[in-house]
């Protein structure tokens, strides 16, 4: 990353987020390179190495969720040094644009460019902004947050958001795998492999993330970040052809195609056919099927939230790796929307159990997300999903949410209360069911509470000094959000028809 280029980067992040995209800086595109058969034995050992290649890389990449779960990306190549050709490099751009498939390409500089440049500009169908432009496109659009000096500034501040490019790098070299499926491989890959290879990645990581390190946290919510953007893609999928047969859509698109799906089920009836008797089931089926079966049937009841969710899990990644402990319902204000959150957690709480992953990072997750109080002890939650490898459903200790059914969250004193025993445990993991007003964890506090400020009543003043909005007080299976003004109001009317 050319620390010149990343004032640009940040400006075209700041309007992206004003005309309401979620971001992400400097993707690279990158290919394997193979030896030639022979070519090393041939040379005496000096024959090209195999390893990765380098296509190019976005230095901005902006997602938008359009109804229908149509996902619109617009890439912004940024420079700043007046040795740049802009009219050679808008073709390129145009060329960049049609290999990613993005729907909009911007040209972004920090000197003014030629007439022959603009020119181009319609006929290639890019956006030509220097950075006066620039400037005046962010005023036309207006400030991305009610706050900018809010906890969310982090977003567009040059040095936070070069320190959180960097908090990756010097992490264990055990999370090498992970981290180069996150940078390089999860945008190569044919999408339909995605739902599965990110959560085969975290299983092969997990025993090496750590949820007390917020670098850990902020690298597992990015990851939930580009697992929300795979789901898009699933439902968009479902959406243009099976509404009314998800689950077979849903396994044509993991398989890629009805063809695929087919034989991987042969293959599954023959393997068990010769297999020795006592030996469970075998099934072409990924062992928490069930389970995201679940969470994709909650993303496409809820279309209109997913934009705000790519958000949330982009906003709660840069405060993570900020070190900056605020929730989001206090760093949003009166702008957070909870069910975009608990998609987010959702999605959270599938990666944990599906990956095998401390059931802490799903504590926290929900802590920045929902704004839930965390407490110092407290009873780790049973994980919902089958253990890896497992595939007789044994061990499961939740048929409910294995048949995909939305959970029963009760509320209580504003915030989620964990049952004692004998609850169901949902696709989050947290047993749900009781009404006390104690949860496990001892703390009554409301759900405002910053993470790791369980100590903290709602009345207090928020750690950012943002204004706290007023907290939903129910959150139903079907991720249904009541205020409890509307609970009173609907009890009252209901016993004003009764009497």
Same mark, same amino acid.
């Given at each position: 990353?050319?620390?010149?280029?990343?004032?640009?980067?940040?400006?075209?992040?700041?309007?992206?987020?004003?005309?309401?995209?979620?971001?992400?800086?400097?993707?690279?595109?990158?290919?394997?390179?193979?030896?030639?058969?022979?070519?090393?034995?041939?040379?005496?050992?000096?024959?090209?190495?195999?390893?990765?290649?380098?296509?190019?890389?976005?230095?901005?990449?902006?997602?938008?969720?359009?109804?229908?779960?149509?996902?619109?990306?617009?890439?912004?190549?940024?420079?700043?040094?007046?040795?740049?050709?802009?009219?050679?490099?808008?073709?390129?751009?145009?060329?960049?644009?049609?290999?990613?498939?993005?729907?909009?390409?911007?040209?972004?500089?920090?000197?003014?460019?030629?007439?022959?440049?603009?020119?181009?500009?319609?006929?290639?169908?890019?956006?030509? =902004?220097? @950075? !006066?432009? *620039?400037?005046?496109?962010?005023?036309?659009?207006? /400030?991305? +947050?009610?706050?900018?000096?809010?906890? #969310?500034?982090?977003?567009?501040?040059?040095?936070?958001?070069?320190?959180?490019?960097?908090?990756?790098?010097?992490?264990?070299?055990?999370?090498?795998?992970?981290?180069?499926?996150?940078?390089?491989?999860?945008?190569?890959?044919?999408?339909?492999?995605?739902?599965?290879?990110?959560?085969?990645?975290?299983?092969?990581?997990?025993?090496?993330?750590?949820?007390?390190?917020?670098?850990?946290?902020?690298?597992?919510?990015?990851?939930?970040?580009?697992?929300?953007?795979?789901?898009?893609?699933?439902?968009?999928? =479902?959406? @243009? !052809?099976? *509404?009314?047969?998800?689950?077979?859509?849903?396994? /044509?698109? +993991?398989?890629?195609?009805?063809?695929? #799906?087919?034989?991987?089920?042969?293959?599954?009836?023959?393997?068990?056919?010769?297999?020795?008797?006592?030996?469970?089931?075998?099934?072409?089926?990924?062992?928490?099927?069930?389970?995201?079966?679940?969470?994709?049937?909650?993303?496409?009841?809820?279309?209109?939230?997913?934009?705000?969710?790519?958000?949330?899990?982009?906003?709660?990644?840069?405060?993570?790796?900020?070190?900056?402990?605020?929730?989001?319902?206090?760093?949003?204000?009166?702008?957070?929307?909870?069910?975009?959150?608990?998609?987010?957690?959702?999605?959270?709480?599938?990666?944990?159990?599906?990956?095998?992953?401390?059931?802490?990072?799903?504590?926290?997750?929900?802590?920045?997300? #929902?704004?839930?109080?965390?407490?110092?002890?407290?009873?780790?939650?049973?994980?919902?999903?089958?253990?890896?490898?497992?595939?007789?459903?044994?061990?499961?200790?939740?048929?409910?949410?294995?048949?995909?059914?939305?959970?029963?969250?009760?509320?209580?004193?504003?915030?989620?209360?964990?049952?004692?025993?004998?609850?169901?445990?949902?696709?989050?993991?947290?047993?749900?069911?009781?009404?006390?007003?104690?949860?496990?964890?001892?703390?009554?506090?409301?759900?405002?509470?910053?993470?790791?400020?369980?100590?903290?009543?709602?009345?207090?003043?928020?750690?950012?000094?943002?204004?706290?909005?007023?907290?939903?007080?129910?959150?139903?299976?079907? #991720?249904?959000?009541?205020?409890?003004?509307?609970?009173?109001?609907?009890?009252?009317?209901?016993?004003?028809?009764?009497?």
């Amino acid at each position: 990353m050319s620390e010149l280029d990343l004032g640009l980067k940040v400006g075209v992040r700041r309007l992206l987020w004003s005309m309401g995209y979620s971001t992400r800086l400097d993707v690279e595109l990158r290919g394997e390179q193979a030896a030639p058969h022979g070519t090393s034995q041939a040379r005496g050992g000096s024959g090209i190495s195999s390893g990765p290649e380098t296509f190019t890389d976005l230095d901005v990449l902006g997602v938008f969720v359009a109804p229908g779960f149509r996902l619109t990306s617009t890439i912004a190549d940024c420079k700043s040094g007046r040795r740049d050709k802009p009219t050679s490099r808008m073709f390129w751009a145009r060329g960049v644009g049609d290999l990613f498939g993005a729907d909009h390409v911007m040209l972004v500089r920090e000197h003014e460019v030629n007439d022959a440049t603009r020119q181009l500009s319609n006929r290639l169908g890019i956006t030509v =902004l220097p @950075s !006066a432009d *620039l400037a005046a496109m962010q005023q036309l659009y207006g /400030e991305p +947050l009610t706050d900018p000096d809010g906890a #969310l500034r982090v977003l567009f501040d040059r040095t936070a958001v070069a320190n959180g490019l960097a908090a990756f790098t010097g992490l264990n070299r055990r999370l090498g795998p992970l981290l180069e499926y996150r940078e390089f491989d999860f945008w190569v890959y044919e999408d339909h492999r995605n739902p599965v290879q990110l959560v085969a990645h975290l299983q092969d990581a997990a025993k090496h993330l750590e949820p007390r390190n917020p670098v850990h946290l902020a690298l597992f919510v990015d990851l939930a970040w580009l697992y929300m953007l795979t789901l898009v893609r699933v439902c968009a999928h =479902l959406q @243009s !052809a099976y *509404l009314r047969d998800q689950d077979r859509g849903l396994q /044509e698109y +993991l398989f890629g195609g009805a063809t695929n #799906l087919r034989e991987k089920v042969e293959v599954a009836h023959l393997l068990q056919s010769v297999a020795p008797e006592g030996i469970q089931p075998l099934d072409h089926l990924p062992p928490y099927y069930a389970q995201l079966r679940e969470l994709v049937t909650r993303l496409m009841r809820r279309p209109a939230e997913v934009q705000a969710g790519l958000r949330y899990a982009e906003a709660v990644s840069a405060l993570m790796a900020a070190r900056v402990h605020v929730a989001l319902p206090d760093a949003f204000g009166v702008e957070y929307r909870p069910i975009a959150a608990k998609l987010v957690a959702d999605v959270c709480g599938f990666l944990v159990a599906a990956g095998g992953l401390d059931p802490e990072f799903r504590v926290q997750a929900r802590a920045w997300l #929902l704004g839930e109080p965390v407490a110092t002890a407290r009873k780790t939650p049973t994980l919902t999903g089958v253990p890896t490898g497992d595939t007789s459903g044994q061990g499961r200790s939740d048929d409910h949410a294995l048949r995909g059914d939305g959970p029963v969250v009760a509320a209580e004193h504003g915030h989620v209360s964990p049952s004692s025993q004998g609850a169901p445990v949902t696709l989050d993991g947290i047993e749900r069911g009781s009404s006390d007003a104690h949860d496990h964890d001892g703390m009554g506090a409301a759900r405002g509470a910053a993470p790791d400020s369980g100590r903290r009543s709602s009345d207090d003043a928020p750690v950012d000094g943002i204004h706290r909005p007023t907290r939903p007080k129910t959150v139903q299976g079907e #991720l249904e959000v009541e205020s409890a003004t509307s609970e009173q109001g609907t009890a009252e009317s209901g016993t004003s028809a009764g009497s």
